[in-house]
């Protein structure tokens, strides 16, 4: 199930190809840093209830710390969370997940790009 969700992390990698600030600029700790900052807030959002097509406009509204660009992967990401049943999200810190899958898997994701 936790897998379902990894394999989203290939739908963030096109945040490297946005201008404002790329993944590759800031570089594999920090860019896995935000990228699973995103998905921590995507996850707490389904925990709090947040219906599936406010997610987007409720985590932005909060300010998040990661770069602008990075959010462009909420709706992508909360597709995946949001098929999750809540109890077995409440088991799972996805964000730790996601950023140490991210950085993993950098080169791999790089040399897809």
């Known amino acids: 199930m936790i897998r379902k969700i990894l ?7 096109p945040l490297s190809a946005t201008p404002s600030l790329s993944a590759d600029a800031l570089g594999k700790d920090e860019s896995c840093k935000y990228q699973g900052q995103v998905m921590a ?16 406009e409720t985590i932005t509204a909060a300010a998040p710390e990661w770069p602008e660009n990075f959010s ?3 709706p992508q990401l909360a597709q995946h969370v949001y098929q ?9 810190d996805l964000g730790a997940v996601f950023e140490a899958q991210c950085i993993e898997n950098w080169d ?6």
């Open 7 to 13: 394999a989203a992390a290939f739908v963030v990698a």
């Open 41 to 56: 807030a995507v996850q707490q959002a389904r925990l709090d209830k947040v219906p599936l097509d406010q997610v987007g």
């Open 72 to 74: 462009a992967a909420i």
């Open 84 to 92: 999750m049943k809540r109890r077995d999200l409440k088991d799972h």
């Open 108 to 113: 791999q994701i790089q040399s897809m790009k």
